[in-house]
Structure formats: C-alpha cells, structure tokens
C-alpha cells in the first residue's frame, strides 16, 4: 500500500439536515488504500460520501481528492473519482455493452479503449452471457454489476462505493469483490459503507467507525482491538461495543 500522500482529505464536513447528519469530519484516506467506513442506520455514512463525490453541497468543511479541492472544481474531482449508489441507475433499453460505450463517450474516452475495457469489465463481473440482452430484464444484483461497470470505465482512481453488495447473491458478491480487490492491488483507492462486517474485516486495509456524524475510531483492526482491549473479539462484537459506548454519552 503506497501512503506517500492522501487520495482523500475531509476537513470540517458538516452538514445539517432536521439534525446534524455530518458534524465536522475529519477522514484521511491513503492512496491505494481500501478504506472501510462503518456506522449505524443514520450515523452519517452515506450524506458524507454524497458529499465526496460531489452529490450534495456540505454546509461547511472542504473535501480533496489527491490534492484537488473538491468544492472549487468538482469536475476536474469527478474525472478521478467513481460513484457507486446502493440502488443501480443504468438504462433499461440498452445491453450492458451499449450502456458502457454510453458512459465511455461521456466521459470522452476513446472508443477503441473502451470497447476492450468495457468487454473486460464486464465479463471479471460474470455478464458475459448477457453482454447483449437489454437491461430491462435484468435482476437487481446483475444491475448492480453493470453499475459498477459503467462506474469504472473511465479507470478512476478513487472509487466511492455505498453498500455495493447490498442485493448480490454469493457468486456475484464474489465478483465484485474479486474486482475491487485487482483495482487496489493495482493502486486504486476503494472507500466503501457496508453492513456486512465480515467483508470489511477481510477486506479492508483500514476501518473508521461513524456515528452520529463523527469518526468515534479508526485504524486497522489489529489497531482497533487493541485500542479497545478486545484483542481476541470480532469485528463485530467491537462494533456493537463502540457504538453502544457512543449511543450512552450522548
């Protein structure tokens, strides 16, 4: 893993909603890190990486994406960074292929690169036998997948990704994480939320905990245990702990 310097600063985020549902963040992700951020329903996750993609405007703080400000030129962000929600968003009258090719153009990638990558995306996500079959008919995991296709055709360097196995049956959950992990490996830089605590703690080189809009611990899960003397507990019995400790000092 190459730290040298930050793929993602967070500084101050806060946003308000009712309540405050950021409450001045401060996050560091390292560059080719794969970076797990968890927390409870309402503990702020998703409204903070909403606002590092660019999807909503934070109330205060400022975000960079290796070393761009995010705020002042987001387009320049949004060349780096892809964006993966829980719920696919892809056009149903279009095969898999058409749907890349699509988000290539927009991007302004070239045809001839694009047609290998988005081939090659697409079958490392197990869709080759629907390569050409429209969208409409698909299930919600296979939409998720070419979610993620068209997320990545552009090679970003940060991936954002919001509950991406949310839906996914064992095999295609494979998949994705199989590609995820080649990405890192590669030196890209994966932040995601899940629910899945097992996956982060297999997974993720660092984990931050969330609630209530503030990182209440950080670090590896080594780090993690030994922070909070549980060194022979799971991820998720330190997790329950944490935010059971944070729910009683509010």
Same mark, same amino acid.
């Given at each position: ?47 903070? +990486?909403?606002? &590092? $993609? *660019? %999807?909503?405007?934070? #109330? ?8 761009? @400000?995010? !705020? ?27 749907? +890349?090719?699509? &988000? $290539? *153009? %927009?991007?302004?990638? #070239? ?8 081939? @090659?995306? !697409? ?128």
């Amino acid at each position: 893993m190459t730290t040298e310097r930050s793929a993602l600063e967070v500084r101050g985020l806060t946003k308000r909603f009712d309540r405050p549902a950021v409450d001045a963040l401060d996050l560091t992700v390292h560059v080719g890190e794969y970076y797990a951020l968890l927390g409870p329903n309402g503990a702020g996750k998703t409204t903070t +990486l909403r606002m &590092v $993609a *660019g %999807l909503l405007r934070p #109330d205060a703080g400022s975000v960079s994406v290796f070393g761009i @400000d995010a !705020l002042r030129d987001p387009v320049a962000a949004k060349q780096v960074v892809a964006w993966v929600s829980d719920e696919p968003m892809i056009y149903d009258k279009l095969t898999p292929l058409e749907y +890349l090719e699509f &988000v $290539a *153009g %927009l991007w302004g990638v #070239d045809s001839k690169v694009s047609e290998t990558s988005a081939h @090659d995306l !697409l079958v490392s996500l197990g869709l080759e036998p629907h390569l050409n079959e429209r969208c409409e008919g698909f299930s919600k995991g296979m939409r998720q997948k070419v979610a993620l296709a068209g997320a990545l055709v552009h090679d970003p360097r940060l991936i954002i990704l919001d509950e991406p196995l949310t839906g996914l049956d064992a095999l295609s959950a494979r998949h994705v994480k199989g590609l995820l992990q080649d990405r890192v490996r590669a030196g890209c830089t994966v932040i995601m939320t899940t629910h899945i605590l097992e996956v982060a703690e297999r997974m993720a080189d660092r984990i931050g905990v969330i609630a209530a809009g503030k990182l209440i611990a950080e670090g590896t899960l080594a780090e993690l245990r030994q922070q909070n003397g549980r060194n022979d507990t799971s991820l998720e019995d330190m997790f329950i702990a944490l935010v059971d400790t944070e729910a009683a000092a509010a």
